[in-house]
């Protein structure tokens, strides 16, 4: 205690009392996520600046108190805000918040670790640009850099994050300071432009990693398309399933479809439309499959939901591709249906109409499939209604799922992109969350030709006696299951960075090696991604 009052002091002197946070309120919010943690804060510091950041690392150094970086701790489902080890001070990045640059003609902006979703958003649509980002379905005041340093995947040509992405700016847990790439010669022309640089290239290092603070990324940008299509498909036939990933597959390797794309089974689409139907099932848990086939009408009667977006230079071209990929899959779905700028102005004019005959909002639609679609590069927080699943009170309009006690984890195998292997990972799932009376609610996120991720949600309501326990029994189960059968998660929740089996090679003695020589006080972050079980030593 007398050796975190001497840390605080001396941050205090650097950062100002504003900034060094030690109040109840503060420390629990960073304790709490949506799901079991018994880790405690004892302070929160917030530099605004990376100097400011130096300073607080050489002052950890010093009196050898542990520090945990977040950017906007919007992890839901992974972690938020609660570092891995008890004890630990949570930097909040949030205060580096500066758009350092930005390039119209080469596209490409640079930014902090305070930098959302939503902020860059509007500062492209204030200077009309004709560029767009990525962007995730996660909270619009989520950061850029925390999401990428994830791994994360988004939306569109640029999806898979980490490859559109260079010059790192990092803060290493001494205190020191480098810049990645060509970023570290003063005037380099290339450096917002190339990847690599020359020499060894560090920038995987400081990714899903605790070898260092980046406070600073560059991120590229992709242009606006001259005509952009939304298209949706759905199979009512769980055994066709296979035949439509395999299709899916065809386009992504031939380039047809060239952005990130999601097919969603019933469960995931009804999570994200509703609530769970407490009146209807009578408490019951999970659904009864007579009630699954009276909710699966509202998502017109389809088991699997999937979508998908064309960036097409001019209509000529977008309606060619159209008709390639009706061709391919008009035998192997159900329904198929493109949207683009004029039917969803046509669905806006005649809405009030449909409104009166149907009782859909079909201007709410219209955002939905178009107007408002991720694919267009804005930030929308529709999907993360789904954590209020198993909540008994209705979704907020400003959602805070770790503050209002909703129970998500996330487990999210990587699979080859191949029919067989897909179902065989599904299997386990299926079986596991059955097990467990947890519902199925998966969805395939196709960011790669050859590969995708399966990403699955353990929803519940934290408030209800057990169902912790018996949401994290259920995951690790899932993940042990998985992972036996050679599908490794991608990515981790902080309860599980111990959980993966051994490598068969000396990945562990080379990671200890770097962190020793890099953390030699080990203050940062310890335990996040440093898989420490697998150290010789």
């Known amino acids: 205690m007398e050796n975190l009052r001497n840390t605080a002091m001396a941050w205090r002197k650097v950062l100002g009392s504003d900034y060094v946070l030690t109040d109840q309120p503060t420390r629990t919010a960073a304790q709490t996520a949506t799901f079991v943690t018994t880790q405690t804060v004892p302070a929160v510091i917030r530099p605004g600046n990376r100097e400011e950041v130096q300073a607080c690392v050489k002052i950890a150094n010093q009196y050898k108190t542990p520090i945990y970086p977040i950017s906007t701790g919007k992890n839901w489902g992974y972690g938020s805000r609660v570092p891995i080890q008890d004890g630990c001070v949570v930097m909040d990045l949030g205060r580096l918040d500066k758009i350092a640059d930005y390039d119209d003609k080469l596209a490409y902006v640079t930014v902090e670790p305070g930098v959302t979703q939503s902020q860059l958003f509007e500062y492209l649509r204030e200077r009309g640009s004709h560029l767009m980002m990525s962007v995730t379905g996660g909270p619009a005041d989520s950061s850029l850099i925390g999401n990428a340093l994830e791994r994360g995947i988004g939306k569109g ?74 298209f949706f498909y759905t199979i009512s036939d769980d055994s066709r399933l296979e035949e439509l990933v395999d299709a899916l597959r065809q386009l992504k390797l031939t380039g047809l479809i060239k952005g990130t794309f999601i097919i969603s089974n019933e469960y995931r689409m009804l999570s994200v439309k509703q609530q769970y139907p407490w009146e209807e ?51 192997r779905v159900d329904k198929l249906f493109f949207v683009d700028a004029g039917i969803a102005k046509v669905l806006k004019f005649i809405q009030p109409i449909l409104k009166r005959i149907t009782g859909f909002d079909m201007g709410r639609i219209a ?78 996120n196709c960011f790669t030709e050859r590969c995708l991720d399966i990403t699955t949600a353990i929803l519940y309501d934290r408030e209800v006696d057990g169902e912790d326990e018996r949401a994290r029994e259920c995951h690790n189960t899932m993940l042990q299951k998985l992972t036996e059968e050679g599908y490794i998660p991608y990515r981790l929740d902080i309860g599980s960075m111990a959980s993966l089996p051994p490598p068969e090679d000396d990945y562990g003695k080379l990671l200890e090696k770097i962190k020793r020589v890099l953390d030699p006080n080990d203050i940062l972050a310890s335990g996040r991604y440093d898989f420490r079980k697998d150290w010789p030593n």
């Open 157 to 230: 040509p640029y999806g898979d994050k980490l490859a559109h992405v260079c010059g790192f700016e990092v803060v290493l847990p001494t205190g020191e300071c480098i810049h990645t790439g060509f970023d570290r010669f003063s005037g380099a022309k290339a450096s917002k432009v190339h990847r690599w640089g020359v020499g060894p290239y560090f920038d995987g290092l400081f990714t899903q990693s605790n070898l260092g603070i980046v406070t600073k990324m560059t991120v590229w940008l992709y242009p606006r398309p001259n005509y952009l299509q939304t």
């Open 281 to 331: 099932t009578g408490g019951e848990t999970p659904i009864p499959m007579e009630i699954m086939k009276k909710l699966r009408k509202s998502i017109g009667g389809a088991v699997w939901v999937g979508e998908g977006a064309l960036y097409s230079v001019s209509r000529k071209q977008g309606r060619i591709e159209r008709k390639l990929i009706k061709q391919l899959l008009k035998k």
């Open 367 to 444: 955002d939905m499939l178009y107007d408002k679609n991720l694919h267009r590069g804005i930030p929308t927080e529709e999907t993360i209604a789904m954590a209020y699943w198993k909540k008994r009170f209705p979704v907020p309009a400003r959602m805070d799922p770790d503050l209002d006690g909703c129970g998500l984890i996330w487990c999210v195998p990587a699979v080859p992109f191949d029919g067989k292997q897909v179902r065989n990972a599904l299997r386990i799932i299926k079986e596991t969350v059955k097990s467990y009376q947890f519902e199925f609610n998966v969805a395939l």
